[in-house]
């Protein structure tokens, strides 16, 4: 179980001083290699916030998941003012992927095997559909519900033997992508299996996921005609992804190096070509890291980078950076310290601000989730939330 982790002790903002806004980054990778090398510990926590301020902090609500008292995964939203908390879900199972509306700030969500859909305040529950129990060898692969994503014009879409949409109008529900399972000596064998990632900005186009028996990759699915537009690019493709303003393409970002390779790629919407940003390469130790990528109203790409000659262990040590769209030109770190605890974030539409969740150390959030922390792109100094937990979505 994660444990419940609060903090109501105002701590003292030390950022490491290994560079300054605005310098080189390419040093900067050098500067954090050399910090690995010697295991110096990463910057301090920022202060937690923990008094209601005079404005808000954040640009709308944040929804989140977090343990209840009996240790159960339930969504909670956190105010504008990023003080005030309330639990939205009482499910006698943990919660799993859920989505708000941008609309009326509906919440779609999975617990149980059951499609679910609450009111913002958590008023009003109703079940779309029961998946049944997940018991069979290839129940997993046929019946499990997954990823709920609301599309732009209301309805719903999400994994169930493949790609599905909820129609509210009809109450009914439409596959328009099966998941490919062959059987051999008795045994499911997944060679295809889809769920929604994202909507692009126009609504156009949906991001999937493609899961294979071992790995992955994601493809883009064009909601008029319902083709699926793989990448160019082979093997495994993932992970931090986010559509361009404009809908023409996804930056899908790595930041670690194994299974899959680290660095930053550009997936066209319209052909499937990707375009290499940031590469990595073990042979010549060469490594790049990158992790949520967004571009700017300013045009600029703002994201989370490293450059190291080693494969660290453990979360890859990150500075908070903006270029231009490459992610080359005219990179410059927008912070000092080295991030070296990052487990996930969400970026403000407008790119003002980015909450990252810290791990927290010796508990169920050292590699998932943790603290959220407000860092800002004007400079301010970080300022740590009134809550903890994984996976946010903004609410309207």
């Known amino acids: 179980m994660r ?31 050399g910090t690995l090398n010697a295991q110096t510990p990463g910057a301090a926590s920022p202060d937690i916030l923990t008094d209601v301020p005079a404005s808000y902090l954040l640009p709308a609500s944040l929804f989140f998941l977090d343990q209840d008292g009996s240790g159960l995964d339930q969504i909670y939203r956190l105010a504008q003012d990023g003080v005030s908390l309330t639990q939205v879900t009482y499910e006698p199972a943990d919660v799993g992927g859920f989505d708000v509306s941008r609309l009326d700030g509906r919440l779609v969500y999975v617990s149980n095997n059951q499609l679910l859909l609450v009111a913002a305040d958590g008023s009003g529950r109703q079940t779309l559909l029961d998946g049944g129990p997940l018991t069979a060898n290839d129940s997993y692969y046929t019946n499990r519900i997954s990823s709920p994503r609301w599309a732009p014009d209301g309805r719903v879409v999400f994994g169930f033997g493949g790609l599905n949409v909820y129609d509210f109008n009809t109450g009914t529900t439409t596959n328009v992508l099966s998941n490919v399972v062959e059987y051999g000596g008795g045994y499911p064998l997944p060679r295809e299996l889809f769920s929604p990632i994202e909507f692009s900005p126009d609504g156009t186009r949906l991001l999937v996921s493609i899961g294979w028996m071992e790995g992955g990759t994601m493809g883009i699915y064009d909601i008029a005609s319902g083709a699926l537009t793989p990448p160019s690019l082979q093997g495994i493709f993932c992970c931090s992804t986010q559509w361009a303003p404009d809908s023409s393409a996804v930056y899908v970002a790595s930041s670690s190096y194994g299974m899959i390779s680290s660095g930053l790629w550009r997936f066209d919407a319209a052909t499937g070509l990707v375009a290499t940003l940031l590469s990595s390469d073990v042979n010549s130790s060469t490594f790049n890291f990158a992790d949520l990528p967004l571009i700017g109203p300013d045009g600029q790409l703002y994201f989370l980078f490293s450059y190291l000659n080693v494969n660290p262990e453990g979360h890859t040590p990150l500075y908070l950076v903006r270029s231009a769209v490459d992610g080359v030109t005219g990179r410059t770190a927008l912070y000092p310290e080295s991030l070296t605890d990052i487990n996930g974030g969400l970026w403000a539409p407008d790119a003002s601000l980015l909450v990252l969740a810290r791990a927290i150390p010796d508990t169920d959030y050292e590699w998932e989730g943790g603290q959220f922390v407000i860092y800002y792109m004007d400079g301010r100094s970080p300022l740590g939330l009134n809550a903890v937990g994984r996976y946010m979505r903004w609410g309207p």
Not at 9 to 32: F, K, M, N
């Open 3 to 33: 444990k419940r982790y609060y903090t109501l002790i105002i701590l003292t903002v030390l950022l490491a001083s290994c560079s300054t806004p605005g310098e080189s980054v390419d040093t900067v990778g050098t500067i954090v290699s």
